[in-house]
C-alpha cells in the first residue's frame, strides 16, 4: 500500500502527557498537512509543509503543539501537556503540487487521540 | 461566523430519489472549491471539483454562484452506497494550499 500511513491509529493517555504522532505521506508528494477532526465536525487545518519547511500554522494552534519534517519526507506532531479537549481524530495528507490547483488532499486513516 | 456552512442533515431518503446539498462561504475572495465524501470513520475523499460553469460527473452535478457564495452538490438517482457525509471545501485568497471543510452533510440512503 503506498497510500498516506499514520501511526499510532490510537493513542489513549492520561492529561499533561506528551504525545507524538507520525505522519509517512505518498513519497513522491512534497506538500504535506495536518488536520484535526472532532465528531461532527469537519477536518480543522493545523498546519502544512512544503518539503521540510512549514509554511503556516493555524492560530488555533497553541505553543503546546509543534510539528516537524525535518527530512521533507515523514512528519510528527507533538502535542506536549495534553488536555481533555485535544481529544480527536488526528488527520495527515499529503499531495503532489498546490493544492487548490485540483482540491486532492489524500488523508492516511488518522491518528485517534483520547485525553482521559 | 464559520467560515463555510452546511445544513448538517441528515437527509434521510429512499433509493432513486434525488437530493441536493448547499454550502455557503464567507470570504468574497475565495478561489477554488470542492465536494469531499467522507464514509463513516473513514478518511475524506475527493469527490469533484465546482467550476463557475458547473460540472457533472455522473449522477453528481455541483454549481457554484459566486454572487450568492454558495456552492451546491446534486445526487440523481441516489443509491445506497451514496450513504456518507460530504463535506464542503474551499480555498480563500492568500491561501491557495489550505483547504477550509464545512462541518459536513450526512446523507442516508435507505431501500
Known amino acids: 500500500d503506498t497510500g498516506v500511513s499514520q501511526d499510532p491509529r490510537h493513542k489513549i493517555t492520561k492529561r499533561g502527557q506528551n504525545v507524538t504522532f507520525r505522519c509517512d505521506p505518498i513519497?513522491?508528494?512534497?506538500?504535506l498537512y495536518w488536520y484535526r477532526q472532532t465528531l461532527g465536525q469537519g477536518p480543522e487545518f493545523l498546519t502544512y509543509?512544503?518539503?521540510?519547511?512549514?509554511?503556516?500554522k493555524s492560530r488555533l494552534l497553541s505553543d503546546r503543539f509543534s510539528a516537524e519534517r525535518p527530512k521533507g519526507s515523514f512528519s510528527t506532531l507533538e502535542i506536549q501537556r495534553t488536555e481533555q479537549g485535544d481529544s480527536a481524530m488526528y488527520l495527515c495528507?499529503?499531495?503532489?503540487?498546490?493544492?487548490?490547483?485540483?482540491?486532492?488532499?489524500?488523508f492516511g486513516e488518522g491518528s485517534r487521540l483520547t485525553v482521559l | 461566523r464559520k467560515e463555510v456552512e452546511q445544513d448538517p442533515g441528515p437527509f434521510n431518503v429512499p433509493e432513486g430519489a434525488t437530493v441536493a446539498f448547499n454550502c455557503t462561504y464567507s470570504?468574497?475572495?475565495?478561489?477554488?472549491f470542492f465536494w469531499y465524501r467522507q464514509d463513516c470513520r473513514k478518511e475524506p475523499k475527493l469527490l469533484m471539483s465546482?467550476?463557475?460553469s458547473g460540472n457533472e460527473d455522473g449522477r453528481f452535478t455541483a454549481q457554484l454562484n459566486r454572487a450568492s457564495q454558495y456552492i451546491s452538490l446534486l445526487i440523481r438517482d441516489s443509491k445506497l452506497s451514496d450513504s456518507a457525509t460530504y463535506l464542503c471545501?474551499?480555498?480563500?485568497?492568500?491561501?491557495?494550499?489550505?483547504?477550509?471543510f464545512g462541518a459536513g452533510t450526512r446523507l442516508a440512503v435507505h431501500p
Open positions: 495528507a499529503s499531495s503532489p503540487g498546490v493544492a487548490g490547483e485540483n482540491g486532492e488532499l489524500f
Open positions: 513519497s513522491e508528494h512534497n506538500r
Open positions: 509543509f512544503q518539503n521540510e519547511a512549514q509554511l503556516e
Open positions: 470570504n468574497s475572495a475565495s478561489q477554488s
Open positions: 465546482v467550476y463557475s
Open positions: 471545501v474551499v480555498t480563500f485568497s492568500g491561501g491557495y494550499n489550505k483547504l477550509i
